[in-house]
């Protein structure tokens, strides 16, 4: 017990934690594994059986506990794995990583060998095996050979022993078939299982543990004789004598043979990470790793594919690596064992390794879910991505960038080849791979492989003879020399020549060659890595401007946090270049950056986060050599300026070692156990090696300086919160949105995994209560934020990425707990169920007239319309017949954006989750679909979202066809209904028009197909006045999108006709969405008033043909509603662009600016005569006109100044163009067009003088009239130069057939 006291004192800086010994136990025999899902098709040479750990040292360690199933299972993640001695049995390296809940990590390094079984129990066992499977096999099917064709289901996958671990040449089935029966025969094959040897560590130092394993193999199979002192010597060295070298230091201790270095970063430099970066980038090349690189930010669900191991960790671990100063925060599993199968179902981001089988094509590989999947098969060079994700920004020359880097170091950045050695990756996955890959490559290969057991000092005598056979052969040398032309780096065969000669080539200053190697992937390393943190550093520069510092202390802090705002997003994105932003908006709602952003606000009470220390350091020198802040800001890529000082600090440690651990020595041992057998790993001596030393300087300096750390942490304890409070709090803060952050590895008992799922059902519905929440808040904008919630108005495109992560949430939820995965979209795959069952009952209900869905009545609102039937159906009809969306991800969303417009994205899903026996045939019991209780919330969350209005459905697909429908509605009383001339209507909205359409006679409704109009604005109506009664009385006319149902009224309350009115035969009618009354709407839950109301007048009936009787405004109402209609303009022009809105109602519609200066000029005016006929405004402009062409003639006007005469130029132009359309607009409708052109043009204050001078007022208005009062019009002149700030662009529907 004491031992263990003095070894735990010291070990928070120990190099390693643990030695692990795995492989077989002689005592249980041949355990099959039932959990990598046995498949007896297989030979038992190649069948999955229980590995065990043999013995591991130290028992355990008190701040890293052992946990043995985990180890287990990582150190050989298929089992054991058995040859005979015709099969190829190199030494493997792999290495793993475990996470713990808390997201710390540890690392493992693992040797797997083969060694020679002696148990003879074991030997008969297979032989049985053998016996059974050949009598099966020839009896179940006489004429096939013995190789068995994979089965593509998920249990298969996973049955684990196969050809992936056994490179064997492509002969081996028939050479094994030779074999008697195929396989293994005890009196004749000798038999060989793996075993493997691991060091689990706290820090990532690869190369040094590779080594270190790799000596201590080689110490039991070197034919030289034993090693210079016994194993345990070494492992317990490693184990209590290494410490862990100090930031900014190297180290050096010994193996058996040479002695092993590494070094660690410095405070300002990149952290600890030595998988090869090289090797990821020259299996994915530049492009698909930036690709792979965005979709990880992007917090997507990522697959990495492979049949080696190291691989599989290489890439997951380059990954993380790159995404300084952000931390990968979800489920991370980069090899993810054959047991653990299940968790590819999990409803969460994930990054997750999966061995591939050889011979199994991705497309049978079976998977839960794919729309946000990004899945990478990295022996075939290639990736899968999701749908429509944002490119990282200045991709082009962020690759052309890596590239650089990539091309001084020698490697292609296309990707697609191998790593060119072994002394990182691992042996090739499979060298023989059958016909795929050529001789060529296999010899490549087997040298590569060759080479790099000389360099290990590995290669025996028949070996070498064949290693010299290689190098002899002239097609190879011929190969090498074109290499060298094509600029591949071939130093590494001459470097092999001169190893196989016996003595270690002697690099530059002394070092050997895979010294030398190592030094040029660790630069390699730090370079590619620089490039990636720099343009970190320029995009979020300024970001720490924008965090929100709103607590006190840390406390309220952290009890408050759900409720706060941490960062001010809208501001942030603001403030970026344009082509940043689609890619910006998705990451800033990413947990990695919520994380980010909860560590800086944090560094106010406690010690800056590592990364978040390197990260502002780094920002804070970028401001000092740039003093020229605003460059920050620019969508100018900007390289990385630090590449060669970050390769040199790391040249220089490894150049100057700057400690030297404890020689390895004699220990104080039992002699005689543990005797040396060449070729076997000793059973080691456990109570040297579970003790650590008690008396060595080190572990006593440490020891002290931990005492000095207790009483340090007890004085701070009374001052700060309760520490265990503290950590509760920061758990949950950090769990926000991601309950579940790690698998256990360890105990797959059913119980454990309903838990699990428990927790990802209960992660889920609060991921949906945050995103709804966010989503209205957003929404709300202004009213929001004076109500005190959330941040200022959401930018259209943060309200795109908003609905995007709630689709890709639907994905997710529809995904869990799946019974059989069919196509990509889990929803749409749901959808498509439900669809046929439906039309199946439509078609039983045929007969009866019984109708199927809810009915929805329009209510008076909506006179003349006929209603539109909820349905499911009906809308995944609308979705189908788009041919714009090719996939089923898409229609999916689609689908959602359509019913989140329509208020029904609630109503449908409860509709479709209420066939509970379809739910029961999808999804397993656990499903988020089958928890009743949490469905009702989530339901009740999305119906939340009815309280706004999206036109997330309109804006987006803005290239399809839609169906509209028209109805014309007369004013009966007054008038006869029926024209016996040809009416036409145009409906134009922000995105076109539909062109003039003919309306068929005596038809007062139409539809019509035509391009997605966007909101719709305005409708022009008229006719060709022929016939006897060419006379039209129209109320007004609605026209509605038959998909969203949104409804637009337009109304319009006057005569069409020559004669009758203002003798207008086409009338521009200003629209705007009808909002469904109550009762209604009842079904749908709470609804907002729309957008751009004001509080309502009834229609000016033309104002004046109705002077004599009704309403007429007081002169202070009339200036009030000008001002109030000026300033809805000035208004519009302050929202940002995406949510402002028609700006032709502001101008034309019921309190716009055209009414309110109609208004004016009707003060006073004199217009109804005796037996004559009523006089317009427009009558009284163009006297006005005709009054000043003339006066201009006569030469009256040239005593005016310069100005005034242009001015009366122009309006004289104007008004001639107003009167010589081609278009039939009536008297009302010129003066309309005037004001409309004058406000564009800012011209309308000029005129107004010139009217006022003009002596035709005096015959035509009354003394009292406000046109004749001078102040009241200098007042409205001044009011209406305000609008020159503003550009004003009119609808082409209002300024059709204008010559100016």
Known sequence: MSGSASASGAAPCRFAHYFVVCGIDTETGLEPDELAGENFEQSPLKRTFKSKVLAHYPENVEWNPFDQDAVNMLCMPKGLSFRTQADQREPRFHSFIITKEDGSRTYGFVHTFYEEVTSPQICSAMQTLYQMHNAEHVS????????????????????SLDEADSPSPPTSSSSSSSRGGGGYDASRDTLYVSKALCLITPMPFMHACRSFLSQLHRAVTDASGPPPLPLESYVHNILYEVPLPPPGRSLKFH????????????????????????????????????????????????????????????????????????????????ILPASLLHFLDAPVPYLMGLQSKEGTDRSKLELPQEANLCFVDIDNHCIELPEDFPQFPNKGEFIQEISDVLLRFGLSPNGGVPPRTLTLTGAPANPGSGPSTPGRQRKAAALRELEDDGRNGNLAGEELAVLELLQGNATLERLQALAKRTGVTVARVDALRAGVKGQAPEGHGGRTASEEEELRNAKLNVQLREVFASRFTTMFADYEAFVIQSAPDLES??????????????????????????????????????????????????????????????????????????????????????????????????????????????????????????????????????????????????ATAQRRKDRHRQQTEHLTLDNDLKERYMQEARSLGKNLRQPKLSDLSPAVIAQTNWKFVEGLLKECRMKTKRMLVEKMGREAVELGHGEANITGLEENTLIASLCDLLERIWSHGLQVKQGKSALWSHLLHYQAREEKLEQQQAESPVSAGPERRKSESAIGMPSIRVSVIQDMRHIQSMSEIKTEVGRARAWIRLSL???????????????????????????????????????????????????????????????????????????????????????????????????????????????????????????????????????????????????????CGRWLGKGVDDGSLER???????????????????????????????????????????????????????????????????????????????????????????????NGFKSARLFQKTVFVWDFVEKAVAYMESADQMGDLQETAEPLGMTCQSLCRYVNAINSTPRNIGKDGKFQLLVCLGARDRLLPQWLPLLVECPVILRMYEDSALLRDRSTVNALISVLETLHDFPITLETSLVKGIDL
Not at 149 to 159: I, V
Not at 936 to 957: G, I, K, R
Not at 995 to 1012: A, H, R, S, W, Y
């Open 255 to 334: 193996g058996v043979y040479e002695p092993v270095a590494c070094q660690r970063p410095g405070p300002g430099e990149l952290p600890l990470a030595e998988f090869p970066l090289g090797d990821a980038f020259s299996l994915l090349g530049a492009e698909n790793l930036v690709q792979l690189f965005t979709c990880t930010l992007l917090e997507m669900q990522i697959l990495l594919y492979s049949q080696d191991y190291h691989r599989l960790m290489t890439v997951a671990e380059g990954i993380t690596t790159l995404l300084f100063p952000f931390q990968w925060q979800h489920v991370y599993v980069p």
């Open 140 to 159: 179940a099917n006489p004429s096939s050979s013995s190789s068995s064709s994979s089965s593509s289901s998920m249990d298969s996958l996973a049955s």
């Open 557 to 702: 802090w952290l009890t408050n946090r759900e409720q706060m705002h941490n960062f001010d997003k809208a501001s942030f994105l603001s403030d970026q270049p344009e082509p940043y932003l689609p890619f910006l908006s998705h990451f800033i709602e990413t947990q990695m950056f919520a994380t980010f952003i909860d560590n800086k606000i944090m560094s106010q009470w406690e010690e800056k986060e590592p990364l978040l220390r390197v990260f502002d350091g780094r920002i804070d020198k970028a401001r000092l050599y740039n003093v020229r802040a605003p460059s920050l800001r620019s969508s100018n890529y900007q390289r990385c300026t630090i590449l060669r000082e970050s390769a040199q600090a790391i040249e220089q440690r490894l150049m100057k070692i700057d400690h030297t651990a404890i020689h390895p020595h004699l220990l104080d041992m039992k002699i005689g156990q543990g005797k040396y057998e060449q070729g076997f790993f000793p059973k080691l001596q456990a109570d040297v090696l579970n003790a650590g030393p008690t008396n060595n300087k080190w572990s006593h300096r440490t």
């Open 1068 to 1162: 521009v009618l200003i629209g705007e969405l009808v909002v469904p009354s109550a009762e209604e709407d009842s079904g749908r839950g709470c609804r907002t008033p729309p957008l751009q109301r004001s509080p309502s007048q009834t229609r000016r009936i033309s104002i004046t043909s109705l002077t004599g009787r009704g309403y007429k405004p007081t002169s202070a109402q009339i200036q009030e509603a000008i001002g109030e209609a000026v300033n809805n303009i000035i208004k519009h022009f302050h929202k940002p662009e995406k949510e402002r809105g028609s700006l032709t109602i502001l101008l034309c519609g019921e309190s716009g600016l055209v009414g309110a200066l109609e208004q004016f000029f009707h």
């Open 901 to 1051: 417009e329509k208020k029904l994205l609630s109503q449908h899903l409860k509709q479709l989750l209420s066939r509970q026996a379809l739910t029961k045939k999808l999804y397993k019991r656990y499903a988020f679909l089958r928890c009743e209780e949490e469905k009702e919330q989530f339901l009740f969350h999305l119906l939340s979202l009815n309280a706004v209005d999206y036109f997330c459905f309109t804006s987006v697909f803005t290239t399809i066809m839609i169906p509209y429908r028209a109805v014309i509605i007369p004013i009966k009383k007054l008038s006869n209904a029926m024209t016996t001339s040809n009416p036409w209507v145009c409906v134009s909205g922000e995105l076109g028009d539909s062109g003039v359409m003919q309306i068929p006679k005596n038809v007062l409704e139409m539809t019509f197909d035509c391009q997605n109009l966007g909101k719709l604005t305005t409708v022009q109506l008229g006719h060709d006045n022929s016939g006897l009664l060419a006379k039209w009385l129209v109320d007004c006319v609605m026209v509605r999108n038959e998909i969203t149902g949104h409804t637009y009224k337009f109304p």
